[in-house]
């Protein structure tokens, strides 16, 4: 079987499984690359780039290397290698249990409980939780279900066009780490720095195929492109700037504005100024958006995939 068909049928297998059975409670694959990578860092942690990049090098080669032999070992079967994308995909995206939180939060805002909203957003996002009224917390959870969209489910299957079982597993290698020690806080300021700057890398298409797909999929194309162009580079996230802007636009909404994490302040330019402020509603527009994004997102992979081989073959 060519790769290309081994990635369409592996790819849309995972993202079945992801829609049908989420993230495990328990035991997911990138929870242990997690402890993996927290074990490596209490051996090589010092307060300098090189060490920092050396753990980074170090983590996502020893992920990439696992996709390349594993890949290896089942090629000569068919099914196995379809099964093996399968399961990688399905390890790697997080659209559902993205869609999951957002609901379970824009349920409670529905219904007035903004105790319990406030209790839910920790699980999708880093914001301060008690710094925010109803309005701000949809806000918080647009601007998370945007960002997750292209990090959680595109620029994985972007990558895994690209690498295959390996490029699914080092790009989310690349992801975690990022959340892991690519904050500047006093301990990862020096020694983050490498994962944080390869994150920007890995995610630097991804986040420009999900703009494009959320203006395709979106109830306002010509709002999303708009805000895109126009915002974008206003953000200080070269990835999440393309992509909240292009959300904010495709949904009629404006986002940014006064953040709080951990009690550090941080005022962001507004993303779409002719859109109207974000409602409780909104969280349900942004999942569905998100749901149509990566579904998008999948036939690109497969075509793309498929257009490369074709020209090679």
């Not at 780039?49 to 594993?70: D, E, I, P």
């Not at 399968?86 to 559902?96: D, F, M, Q, Y």
């Not at 690519?182 to 890398?201: E, M, N, T, V």
């Amino acid at each position: 079987m060519r790769a290309d068909r081994v990635f369409a049928y592996g790819a849309a297998a995972g993202l079945l499984g992801d829609l049908l059975l989420g993230d495990p409670r328990r035991g997911h694959p990138v929870a242990a690359f997690g402890r993996a990578a927290g074990a490596v860092e209490r051996v090589l942690w010092r307060d300098h780039r090189g060490w920092g990049a050396l753990h980074t090098a170090v983590c996502v080669g020893s992920a990439v290397a696992l996709g390349a032999v594993a890949e290896k070992v089942v090629r000569p079967s068919r099914a196995a290698s379809v099964v093996l994308a399968g399961a990688a995909t399905w390890a790697v995206v997080g659209g559902t249990s993205l869609v999951r939180e957002a609901r379970v939060i824009g349920r409670a805002l529905e219904t007035g409980d903004i105790e319990a909203a406030r209790a839910r957003l920790p699980h999708l996002c880093g914001r301060d939780p008690q710094a925010l009224d109803a309005d701000g917390i949809a806000r918080a959870v647009v601007e998370s279900v945007a960002e997750n969209t292209s990090d959680a489910v595109v620029g994985a299957l972007v990558w895994g066009a690209v690498g295959g079982v390996p490029g699914l597993l080092g790009f989310r290698a690349v992801n975690t780490l990022d959340a892991m020690v690519g904050h500047k806080s006093p301990r990862y300021r020096r020694f983050g720095w490498a994962s944080a700057r390869l994150d920007d890398l890995a995610g630097w298409p991804g986040a420009r195929l999900t703009a494009l797909l959320a203006a395709v999929a979106g109830d306002s194309p010509r709002g999303a492109v708009r805000a895109w162009g126009e915002d974008a580079r206003k953000h200080p996230s070269p990835n999440a700037g393309p992509v909240e802007a292009a959300f904010a636009g495709a949904l009629g909404v404006r986002l940014g504005g006064t953040l709080s994490y951990a009690g550090r302040v941080e005022n962001r330019p507004t993303l779409n100024q002719r859109g109207r402020a974000v409602a409780t509603y909104d969280i349900e527009r942004a999942a569905r958006l998100s749901r149509r994004v990566g579904l998008l997102a999948l036939g690109a992979g497969v075509a793309a995939r498929t257009f490369v081989k074709g020209r090679r073959a």
